[in-house]
Structures are given as structure tokens and as C-alpha cells.
């Protein structure tokens, strides 16, 4: 994939969704966007990290796109029932755990 094509802005519509953990135990919201493509398929990124480390430690053994406004691109989805089980299975899987080590 070329990134600087894939991810130009031309690409979207603008419209978007937010995809927000709402549990009880967790405050504030962890939440990610999914901008909408012009093919109707959607692009979920997440930038709600803690900092600079977070972002590091998370992904700098992997591939991955990161744009400084929207954050780091988690999976190009199809519906919003999608981009809500994409996100909440990389935050269970990944987020939590990193940020509950050492609890």
C-alpha cells in the first residue's frame, strides 16, 4: 500500500464515527475514529494515548501508519458494528494489558 496515496485526504468524506469504550471501571473514555472513505468503508485510528512512550512501546516492533492528527491506523473496516468490535478487541488485547502491567 502506498500510504501517502492510501491516506490523503481526498480519500474521505469527512464524515466519521466515534467508537468509544464507555465501561464504568475506566474514566475518562478510551475512544478511536473511524473516517469514512469515499468507497463507504471506513479507517479506525486511535489517538488517546498517554504520551509518546505509549506509542512506542505498542508498535515499534510493527508496521504501522501514524499521522499526528489522527493518530495510529488500526484497521480499515467495513460497518460500525465492525469498527466497535475492532476496537474493542485491540484494546483488550493490547491497550489494557500494556497499561495495566505493573498493577
Aim: charged letters at 35%.
Amino acid at each position: 500500500m502506498n500510504e501517502k496515496e492510501y491516506f490523503d485526504g481526498v480519500n474521505y468524506t469527512g464524515d466519521h464515527l466515534h467508537v468509544a469504550n464507555w465501561e464504568e471501571e475506566v474514566a475518562p473514555a478510551i475512544e478511536s475514529i473511524a473516517w469514512v472513505r469515499q468507497d463507504g468503508s471506513m479507517d479506525l485510528f486511535f489517538n488517546d494515548f498517554l504520551d509518546e512512550k505509549e506509542i512506542r512501546v505498542l508498535f515499534e516492533s510493527k508496521d504501522y501508519y501514524y499521522d499526528e492528527r489522527l493518530g495510529v491506523f488500526l484497521s480499515n473496516v467495513k460497518t460500525d458494528d465492525e469498527a466497535y468490535e475492532v476496537f474493542f478487541d485491540w484494546v483488550e488485547k493490547v491497550l489494557y494489558p500494556y497499561r495495566n502491567k505493573g498493577k
